[in-house]
DNA sequence: CCTACCGATCGGTAGG
DNA sequence: CCTACCGATCGGTAGG
């Protein structure tokens, strides 16, 4: 029996990553939402090893430490963050549609649980904001990008007329964001169901406020959940 | 030799908790800061123990289990905030100075390190919002209360005629501690100096553009740190 | 408040 | 990818 019949066919083969990087990246999948759950420090190896049915040791072999798992899971949550809420926002049409749609895809993304515990890096900034390496480095890192890509959209629907230019795009982006965590907050702690058209109620209230004529209407707010 | 000489006068007695208490206080203390920097699930009872210098039976012998030491560090916690924070701001006038103290107290108790990892709530918060139990509960009625306290110095300031009235008390409260939390999240993350009195104008501004004309003025912005 | 323990779990290794 | 380990530390207990 040839060995296609067991690993598909020839030509498939760029199609499918070698075994070893499969198991990883689906370890790398639960890790990253066992450690939205229970933080970074509190993904254990043992908690891992046993939600995927493997042994510690065997899991192990894939990273060279604790810390390497760590980063590993932070890449990985930095590409899930990217595919769901930058990508698609990005596609958007340049101006306030676009700086739009990255707030709303970012609430979005939390409501949706695409991160089991909620966002990622908000409950990974608290937990490693007194701490320093290269785990804290990746999260502030990945952080940094996040804000640019909200103010380079803030400056774009400038250019764009959409919004008063009297606003500092690195202002607007920050207050926009801690809006966003804000009701990550709220629901969070309070279990808070109304947070999240609150918060986006805010964010278009704000955004509102600085419109320009030229802006194209907002009126996304509430859309039905699919 | 009379027992007074040893444990001081009689009379001084009721200045004088008893000596557990005094000891569980400072306990209590350094399990605050040990928290604020490593989460509440990073308390060890061995790591603190080492801290004061004690055993871990010894210290143990204090609380009944690791989530009673919890909760007695969350109540600790509490007892610091409202003194640091709450009673100096309930102090100032009703209106609009007493809801900028509010936010200008908060801000500096981070800012102060009044617990050395910075706000002890915010991090429990996102540490803790995932799970249940009487420790969340606990924060999250912690928060609750804080929240509560914000948005009815809102509602004053509004009867003083300080504050439009349009505005949602609860909303407006939730507004500012967002950019409170986002400005806290700013300085751990970025180690970015600025983030304190960015927050403070951000604040400030959100304020002034509420404020009515008999609004007091408010000018304390980056006012020289002591 | 201590010494001396307990079983469980931690991150990590040896050897296959 | 596994079994079988390692020393260290975890929360917690017995007994004084």
Redesign the interface.
Same mark, same amino acid.
């Not at 900034?125 to 007194?130: A, G, L, N, P, V």
């Given at each position: 029996m040839p060995a296609a019949t067991l690993t598909g066919p020839p030509w498939a083969a760029k199609f499918r990553a070698p075994k070893g990087a499969r198991t990883r990246e689906s370890i790398l999948h639960v890790a990253v939402n066992l450690a939205?759950?229970? %933080?970074l +420090?509190?993904l254990t190896i043992g908690r891992l090893a046993e939600e995927l049915k493997m042994s510690k040791s065997g899991l192990f072999a894939h990273f060279g430490s604790k810390e390497d798992l760590q980063l590993a899971t932070v890449e990985m949550a930095r590409q899930i963050f990217v595919e769901y809420v930058i990508r698609p926002a990005l596609a958007e049409p340049e101006g306030m549609p676009r700086l739009w749609a990255l707030c709303d895809r970012w609430v979005d993304h939390v409501e949706s649980r695409v991160f089991? %515990?909620?966002c990622f890096f908000?409950?990974a900034? /608290?937990? /490693?904001?007194?701490r320093s390496g290269p785990v804290?480095d990746r999260?502030?890192g990945a952080?940094?990008t996040w804000l640019s890509v909200l103010s380079e959209a803030v400056e774009r629907a400038q250019k764009c007329g959409h919004l008063k230019t009297a606003v500092n795009p690195e +202002?607007l982006a /920050?207050?926009i964001?801690?809006?966003a965590? %804000?009701?990550h907050?709220?629901h969070?702690? /309070?279990g808070d169901r109304k947070a999240f058209s609150?918060g986006r109620s805010?964010i278009l209230a704000r955004l509102r406020a600085l419109a320009t004529s030229k802006c194209p209407p907002l009126c996304k707010i509430d859309r039905p959940r699919v």
């Open positions: 939205s759950l229970e %933080g +420090q509190g089991a %515990g909620g908000t409950a900034s /608290f937990e /490693f904001d007194s804290r999260i502030a952080m940094r +202002q /920050f207050e964001y801690s809006l965590i %804000g009701s907050w709220a969070g702690l /309070f609150n805010m």
